[in-house]
């Protein structure tokens, strides 16, 4: 795509979106719960080498824990209401809900620069954690291709500097062009707490 198309992309699409009413207190308790509950049905994730998929996206290594959602998450990833909202806040009425899950970071737990799966045109996250560090992101290289990105990562490592970070605030809601936004998370380190996200995804039919 050429540059111009980055200028008119929509703002969701260019600082992510945030829904901060869109749950309740008590879903979040619940959330809080299940993910808690499922912890040790969490399994290590995660790759180790930098690879280009044929849908676009693009994986460096990584480490964590994973688990698919329960109902409670679920539940929040078929919500009609919730889907009817991101459809007009995005101007995408063809989103439809696609899958969910809980990431755990442990001590030294990472995410490489990375694009999401062709299936994650919005891709939520949220804390269930407090004092989760803030990840890495890079809006402004949305349009780069794999090989450029391996070239980014070959020069500068996983992290890359000179870039936004972006909060993932503990109980709300907010979401992102995943498949198109590169974004990383650098390892845990015995200042931060160990901390847990939901994430869930839509996809544009
Ligand atoms: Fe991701």
Request: proline share 8%; glycine share 8%.
């Given at each position: 795509m050429?540059?111009?198309?980055?200028?008119?992309a929509?703002?969701?699409?260019?600082?992510?979106l945030?829904?901060p009413?869109?749950?309740?207190?008590?879903?979040?308790?619940?959330l809080?719960?299940e993910?808690?509950q499922?912890?040790?049905?969490?399994?290590?994730?995660?790759?180790t080498q930098t690879?280009s998929?044929?849908?676009g996206?693009f994986?460096t290594?990584?480490?964590?824990l994973s688990?698919?959602?329960g109902?409670?998450?679920?539940?929040?990833?078929?919500?009609?209401?919730?889907?009817g909202?991101?459809r007009?806040?995005s101007?995408?009425?063809?989103?439809?809900?696609?899958?969910?899950?809980?990431?755990?970071y442990?001590?030294?737990?990472?995410m490489?620069l990375?694009?999401?799966?062709v299936?994650?045109?919005?891709t939520?996250t949220f804390?269930?954690?407090?004092?989760?560090p803030?990840m890495g992101?890079?809006p402004?290289?949305?349009?780069?291709?794999s090989?450029?990105?391996?070239?980014?990562?070959?020069?500068q490592g996983?992290y890359?500097?000179?870039?936004?970070?972006?909060?993932?605030?503990?109980?709300q809601?907010?979401?992102?062009?995943?498949y198109n936004?590169?974004?990383?998370?650098?390892p845990?380190t015995?200042a931060d707490q160990q901390?847990?996200?939901g994430t869930?995804?839509?996809?544009?039919?």
């Amino acid at each position: 795509m050429a540059s111009t198309t980055t200028k008119q992309a929509p703002a969701w699409q260019r600082e992510g979106l945030v829904l901060p009413d869109a749950l309740g207190p008590r879903t979040w308790d619940q959330l809080i719960e299940e993910s808690v509950q499922l912890r040790e049905a969490a399994t290590v994730s995660g790759f180790t080498q930098t690879a280009s998929h044929r849908d676009g996206s693009f994986c460096t290594p990584s480490q964590y824990l994973s688990t698919q959602g329960g109902p409670v998450l679920t539940a929040v990833l078929r919500n009609m209401d919730l889907l009817g909202l991101v459809r007009e806040a995005s101007g995408r009425p063809r989103l439809i809900p696609v899958r969910c899950g809980y990431n755990y970071y442990r001590l030294g737990d990472f995410m490489g620069l990375h694009r999401d799966s062709v299936k994650a045109t919005i891709t939520f996250t949220f804390a269930l954690t407090e004092g989760l560090p803030p990840m890495g992101w890079a809006p402004q290289l949305c349009e780069a291709s794999s090989d450029e990105l391996a070239a980014l990562v070959a020069s500068q490592g996983l992290y890359p500097a000179g870039h936004p970070v972006r909060e993932v605030p503990f109980r709300q809601l907010s979401a992102f062009d995943g498949y198109n936004i590169p974004h990383w998370r650098p390892p845990l380190t015995q200042a931060d707490q160990q901390g847990v996200i939901g994430t869930f995804c839509y996809f544009d039919l």
